[in-house]
């Protein structure tokens, strides 16, 4: 997309991955100042990723010493919308939209003030040339599902109740967007995804739901996921770093993790777009980590 008074140009970045065809491509627009909430949403939609990134000047007080974490002049006001509607937080877009800035700015801290409050990130550049970005997530939570919205759930992807794993008990987890965690017992019943569309959409909406991160432990700190995203529009999201964030919490919350620990997500697999998202857990910081590398497509 061209640049002009009225249009300023959409970069286009892949998210969890070094490989232009791996991971979750996101659109960026460093300079928003121009766009209304239509005109973003008309770009997210055209675009057709699962979310882009709209970016914009910080909310005041929040530039410079006495703002969190980044230097004066990397602080930046974030949105994200997906085909159909405005979101409260992005993992992957955020890793598109601090790569691209990096390759402008230079490596280092940024701040990104979102919806769900500030989101630091820092963004580091290899001795391969490949740039990796780590958020730092709004304070996570964890909170039961009801039966009957479980049942629901369920009964929209078509998962019998006796293909979950026991050991990971559903929840709906929180860090920056909600997300109903869903655990398989086995890595064929995570491949096989052919949901109702409508019925989990609507299930979604009611629950406040940005996506449902499905699961498989392979190891003790290796997991398979997958995000069905219908309330965006999309049949699927290809690697899910809010989804990341809220499950590091989850898994930390529940004991299924220790307090520190470095878990592996693996996604995209199944869709022909692989990528990894490392999620880091610090003892005494309920915070939740998640990095990745991003590159730019084209």
Same mark, same amino acid.
């Given at each position: 997309m061209t640049t002009t008074a009225s249009q300023p140009e959409v970069l286009r970045y892949t998210a969890f991955s070094s490989d232009p065809a791996g991971g979750n491509p996101a659109g960026v627009v460093l300079d928003a100042r121009a766009l209304d909430d239509?005109?973003?949403?008309?770009?997210?939609?055209?675009?057709g990723y699962s979310e882009s990134a709209f970016l914009t000047g910080p909310p005041e007080g929040l530039d410079g010493p006495e703002g969190p974490d980044a230097p004066e002049g990397r602080t930046y006001r974030i949105r994200y919308f997906s085909p159909k509607a405005e979101v409260p937080f992005c993992g992957h877009a955020t890793v598109a939209a601090a790569v691209a800035l990096a390759e402008r700015l230079g490596p280092g801290p940024l701040v990104f003030a979102t919806q769900a409050g500030p989101v630091p990130v820092d963004v580091t550049a290899?001795?391969?040339? +490949?740039?990796?970005?780590?958020? +730092? @997530?709004?304070?996570?939570?964890?909170?039961?599902?009801?039966?009957?919205?479980?049942?629901?759930?369920?009964?929209?992807?078509?998962?019998?109740?006796?293909?979950?794993?026991?050991?990971?008990?559903?929840?709906?987890?929180? %860090?920056?967007?909600?997300?109903?965690?869903?655990?398989? %017992?086995?890595? @064929? $019943?995570?491949?096989?995804?052919?949901?109702?569309?409508?019925?989990?959409?609507?299930?979604?909406? $009611?629950?406040?739901? +940005?996506?449902?991160?499905?699961?498989?432990?392979?190891?003790? +700190?290796v997991f398979h996921v997958r995000d069905p995203f219908p309330v965006g529009g999309v049949v699927e999201d290809p690697a899910?770093?809010?989804?990341? %964030?809220?499950?590091?919490?989850? %898994?930390r919350e529940l004991g299924l993790v220790p307090e520190d620990a470095v878990l592996t997500l693996r996604q995209g697999e199944d869709l022909g777009r692989p990528g990894e998202?490392? =999620?880091?857990?610090?003892?005494?910081?309920?915070? =939740?980590? =998640? @990095?990745?590398?991003? =590159?730019?497509?084209?």
């Amino acid at each position: 997309m061209t640049t002009t008074a009225s249009q300023p140009e959409v970069l286009r970045y892949t998210a969890f991955s070094s490989d232009p065809a791996g991971g979750n491509p996101a659109g960026v627009v460093l300079d928003a100042r121009a766009l209304d909430d239509g005109e973003m949403l008309a770009v997210a939609a055209d675009l057709g990723y699962s979310e882009s990134a709209f970016l914009t000047g910080p909310p005041e007080g929040l530039d410079g010493p006495e703002g969190p974490d980044a230097p004066e002049g990397r602080t930046y006001r974030i949105r994200y919308f997906s085909p159909k509607a405005e979101v409260p937080f992005c993992g992957h877009a955020t890793v598109a939209a601090a790569v691209a800035l990096a390759e402008r700015l230079g490596p280092g801290p940024l701040v990104f003030a979102t919806q769900a409050g500030p989101v630091p990130v820092d963004v580091t550049a290899e001795d391969d040339g +490949t740039v990796r970005a780590t958020l +730092t @997530s709004v304070e996570p939570y964890v909170e039961e599902v009801a039966d009957a919205d479980l049942a629901e759930a369920l009964a929209a992807l078509d998962w019998p109740a006796a293909d979950l794993d026991p050991v990971f008990p559903p929840r709906i987890a929180y %860090a920056g967007a909600r997300h109903l965690v869903l655990a398989a %017992a086995t890595r @064929s $019943r995570l491949a096989e995804l052919a949901y109702d569309f409508a019925r989990l959409e609507t299930l979604m909406h $009611r629950l406040d739901l +940005t996506t449902v991160q499905l699961v498989w432990r392979e190891s003790p +700190t290796v997991f398979h996921v997958r995000d069905p995203f219908p309330v965006g529009g999309v049949v699927e999201d290809p690697a899910t770093g809010a989804a990341a %964030a809220a499950f590091g919490g989850y %898994a930390r919350e529940l004991g299924l993790v220790p307090e520190d620990a470095v878990l592996t997500l693996r996604q995209g697999e199944d869709l022909g777009r692989p990528g990894e998202l490392t =999620v880091a857990l610090r003892a005494g910081d309920p915070r =939740v980590r =998640v @990095s990745g590398a991003g =590159v730019r497509i084209g």
